[in-house]
C-alpha cells in the first residue's frame, strides 16, 4: 500500500528566507513522486516531480526537491521565499504499474510569507 | 493554463437538486479524474475514468455517478444534493491510466453551493 504523509499543516517564513516543505511516503514498488502548489481558489498546479531518473529534482518558480529513498522523503525546498510563494502545496505518490491507479495526496502544508 | 476545462465554475443550487459538473480533459489525455475538496475533509479523490472505462472509485457518495463519452470528456452528476455536499469539485487528467505515471494536469474547479 501507499501513503504520503506531510509533515506540517503550518509553515510560516518570513520573505527572502528558506522554506523547507516536509513529505515523507510509503511505497512497496519505486514511486512517482510529485508537489502540487494551489494558490487560493484555483486549480492544483504541479511544481516537480520526480520518476527515478535524478534524486534532485528542479521544479518551476525555484523550487527542488530532493527524494531520499533511505529516509523514504521527497522534501520541497526554496532558497529564499517570496510573497507569492504563500499558497497550499501538496506531496503526491503517483500510481505504479502492478496495482493501484490512485494518487495518494498528502494533507497538504499551508504556507504563509511574511514581509 | 493547464488545459483542462471546467464548466460551470460556480453553482448555487438548493438541497434536493440535481447537478452536473463537466470537464474536458487536456488534449491527448485519456484519463480523467474527479477530486472533491472541501474545508473539512480537505482533498478527497472520487472517481478515475480511462479511455471510457471506470477504473477506479474513491470515497463518491452513491448519489453521485460520473461517466466518460467517446470524446474523452466526463461528467459529474450529483443528486438529491445536501448541505455538505457544498465543496470545490476538481477535474483532472493524464496521459495513462495508472501504468504511464505521469503528471495530473488540474482545471480550475466548479464550486458548488447548496442552499
Known amino acids: 500500500a501507499q501513503s504520503v504523509t506531510q509533515l506540517d499543516s503550518h509553515v510560516s517564513v518570513s520573505e527572502g528566507t528558506p522554506v523547507l516543505l516536509r513529505c515523507n511516503y510509503s511505497?512497496?514498488?519505486?514511486?512517482?513522486l510529485f508537489w502540487y502548489v494551489q494558490h487560493p481558489n484555483k486549480g492544483l498546479q504541479l511544481l516537480l516531480k520526480?520518476?527515478?531518473?535524478?534524486?534532485l529534482v528542479k521544479g518551476i518558480n525555484g523550487f527542488e526537491a530532493e527524494f531520499k529513498k533511505s529516509e523514504t522523503s521527497f522534501h520541497l525546498t526554496k532558497p529564499s521565499a517570496h510573497m507569492s510563494d504563500a499558497a497550499e502545496y501538496f506531496c503526491?505518490?503517483?500510481?505504479?504499474?502492478?496495482?493501484?491507479?490512485?494518487?495518494?495526496f498528502g494533507t497538504g502544508t499551508r504556507l504563509k510569507v511574511l514581509a | 493554463d493547464s488545459g483542462v476545462t471546467q464548466t460551470p465554475k460556480h453553482l448555487i443550487t438548493a438541497t434536493g437538486q440535481r447537478v452536473t459538473l463537466r470537464c474536458s480533459p487536456r488534449?491527448?489525455?485519456?484519463?480523467v479524474y474527479w477530486y472533491q475538496q472541501s474545508l473539512d475533509q480537505g482533498l478527497q479523490f472520487l472517481i478515475q475514468?480511462?479511455?471510457?472505462?471506470?477504473?477506479a472509485k474513491g470515497n463518491i457518495l452513491e448519489r453521485f455517478s460520473a461517466q466518460q463519452f467517446p470524446d474523452l470528456h466526463s461528467e459529474l452528476n450529483l443528486s438529491s444534493l445536501e448541505l455538505g455536499d457544498s465543496a470545490l469539485y476538481f477535474c483532472?487528467?493524464?496521459?495513462?491510466?495508472?501504468?504511464?505515471?505521469?503528471?495530473?494536469?488540474f482545471g480550475e474547479g466548479s464550486r458548488l453551493t447548496v442552499l
Open positions: 483532472a487528467s493524464s496521459v495513462g491510466s495508472g501504468g504511464l505515471t505521469g503528471e495530473l494536469f
Open positions: 475514468y480511462y479511455n471510457g472505462e471506470e477504473r
Open positions: 503526491v505518490v503517483g500510481p505504479h504499474t502492478s496495482g493501484t491507479y490512485k494518487y495518494i
Open positions: 488534449s491527448g489525455d485519456l484519463s
Open positions: 520526480y520518476t527515478s531518473a535524478a534524486t
Open positions: 511505497s512497496s514498488y519505486s514511486p512517482s
